[in-house]
């Protein structure tokens, strides 16, 4: 398996754009979580699906972010307008129900978002 | 919300030193895990840790889960070039497992 594939690696965008950010997680794997890791507040969880619902998204920090998940193989995490503050590096991680134990998360490379 | 607090957050040493690395919460966990997470990368899993007082060794590191899971710390003995990375302590709590991640320990380990 390759693993949890992100993309881009890399985005700069102007601010009020909107971004879209892409993540296909390990075959098999029933939980998705979307992550966001900044220096100043760490890596802090903004949501997560189970079987492709989203289950908690009290993280997503405002309307203007939303995630979806329309199949076991795809989720995308859309900033709509893009402001400077959401510069951060936005990391997708899968994980199978029953694993946790043993695996635990299979983080993606992640996605470094730049808006200026 | 449960909070992770690592300490300390940067540490620079000589290769063959040894190290510990702390992370405390007021929460109790289900489970903790250490993650290290190095450029460029996401976190990759090192350990997990269920049950309070329980010591995992995986080569030269040592892991601890408190006595009342809330606390953990992790140990490096003879560090070398090899360990640099972001250390990064996460509990589990909620239906799903969900992780809450400390604020990490940046360790560069010095040739």
């Known amino acids: 398996d390759a693993g949890v594939i992100q993309s881009p690696r890399h985005e700069v965008t102007e601010m009020g754009q909107e971004v879209t950010l892409r993540c296909k997680p390990i075959s098999g794997h029933d939980y998705l979580f979307w992550y966001r890791q900044t220096m100043m507040r760490g890596l802090e969880l903004l949501i997560y699906?189970?079987?492709?619902?989203?289950?908690?998204d009290s993280g997503m920090p405002e309307d203007r972010f939303s995630a979806k998940m329309p199949n076991a193989s795809f989720s995308t995490l859309k900033i709509q307008p893009s402001e400077p503050r959401d510069s951060a590096v936005y990391f997708c991680?899968?994980?199978?129900?029953?694993?946790?134990?043993?695996?635990?998360?299979?983080f993606g490379s992640g996605t470094r978002l730049t808006v200026v | 919300t449960q909070l992770l607090e690592q300490s300390p957050q940067f540490l620079s040493i000589q290769e063959g030193e040894n190290l510990t690395v702390y992370c405390n919460s007021s929460s109790v966990f289900s489970s903790l895990q250490w993650y290290r997470q190095e450029p460029g990368e996401g976190p990759v899993l090192l350990v997990t840790v269920v049950t309070g007082g329980e010591v995992k060794k995986l080569k030269r590191l040592t892991f601890q889960f408190g006595d009342a899971r809330k606390d953990s710390s992790l140990h490096i003995t003879a560090a070398q070039t090899g360990d640099t990375g972001l250390y990064l302590c996460?509990?589990?709590?909620?239906?799903?497992?969900?992780?809450?991640f400390g604020s990490g320990t940046q360790l560069t380990v010095l040739p």
């Open positions: 996460a509990g589990a709590s909620g239906s799903a497992r969900q992780l809450t």
């Open positions: 699906f189970n079987n492709n619902v989203p289950i908690d």
């Open positions: 991680a899968s994980r199978l129900r029953t694993a946790l134990f043993n695996y635990g998360y299979t």
